[in-house]
């Protein structure tokens, strides 16, 4: 049990650095995240192909999950975006409206009751992107991909909360990032011609390369095995609740690297204490009564 928390842990510290890369790979948003769908899943299929857990699918069902991928594909692409246009700090704030999206969205596109206490939590995390959003004209941009990013981020995951229930998650995880590569390609021309000053910035330097493997390598194929593993011992509750410290990691490793607390004021603080008070009450809703004492 001890193994799986340390593991569980390091995972999402592991998910703080996604962030920092995406500070310091000098390529464009488009470019970074088609480098890592791509190398990522080269390293996953070999991984699964190696350890025997690789599973062959009907043609259909690889396109039905391949076309899936391109849902974190546009989560990882307005996410990278809000952050060269702002800074990491912003971009990780709003990826907390996921939440906010996912409980507006959920009950119409599956018909699901609409859970009052939710929207409640989310409209707490809404206050907070507002203001924010308000104390500093220059960081607008990155907000608003930020939010888009969290809109894509939460038809993601409840698009995978009906995938896991039919494919095992590891192939879900495999073709999803193979869709991606390949879904991303084809629309790159689309992306050169509609930004052609993003041109300069679609490849990487050496250190980019470095910066990108070890981005695929740690942050996406080791986050997921180690939290794969973790969830052999620990609930997925437990595995969903400590996740939410990843954008407070971030935050810190970007003051820590990037001296981003000379950029941020007292709207921002407030914003982000709006946040942490809904994602604290969210935890305690959630939370087993014999494990609140």
């Not at 990278?80 to 939440?99: D, H, Q, R």
């Not at 607008?140 to 991909?145: A, F, K, M, Y």
């Not at 590569?181 to 689309?190: E, N």
């Not at 204490?273 to 305690?284: E, R, T």
Request: net charge positive; with cysteine.
């Amino acid at each position: 049990m001890k193994r799986s928390f340390i593991f569980l842990h390091i995972a999402v510290l592991l998910g703080g650095l996604t962030g920092i890369f995406g500070k310091l790979i000098s390529v464009n948003a488009a470019s970074l995240v088609w480098f890592r769908v791509a190398i990522s899943s080269i390293l996953l299929y070999v991984i699964l192909k190696l350890t025997g857990r690789f599973k062959h699918y009907t043609p259909k069902e690889m396109a039905k999950l391949g076309a899936s991928g391109l849902l974190p594909t546009f989560f990882w692409a307005f996410f990278y975006a809000s952050i060269k246009y702002s800074n990491v700090s912003i971009g990780v704030v709003c990826f907390c409206l996921t939440g906010f999206f996912t409980a507006v969205l959920n009950p119409l596109i599956n018909k699901k009751k609409l859970d009052i206490s939710e929207l409640f939590l989310s409209a707490l995390t809404l206050a907070g992107v507002s203001l924010i959003f308000h104390f500093d004209t220059s960081y607008r941009t990155g907000i608003v991909l930020g939010t888009i990013s969290s809109f894509f981020g939460s038809l993601y995951i409840m698009a995978n909360e009906k995938l896991v229930r039919q494919y095992e998650s590891t192939m879900i995880n495999y073709y999803q990032l193979l869709g991606a590569t390949i879904g991303l390609g084809l629309l790159m021309p689309l992306y050169i011609h509609l930004s052609p000053e993003q041109q300069q910035h679609m490849l990487p330097t050496a250190l980019d390369y470095v910066y990108l493997l070890m981005l695929a390598l740690f942050c996406t194929v080791g986050l997921y095995l180690l939290v794969a593993e973790a969830l052999k011992d620990i609930s997925a509750f437990t595995v969903n609740l400590s996740f939410n410290l990843e954008p407070v990691y971030s935050i810190l490793l970007a003051m820590l690297l990037f001296k981003e607390n000379k950029e941020l004021n007292g709207s921002f603080y407030l914003g982000l204490a709006l946040i942490m008070l809904s994602v604290l009450l969210q935890m305690l809703k959630y939370l087993p009564p014999k494990n609140r004492r």
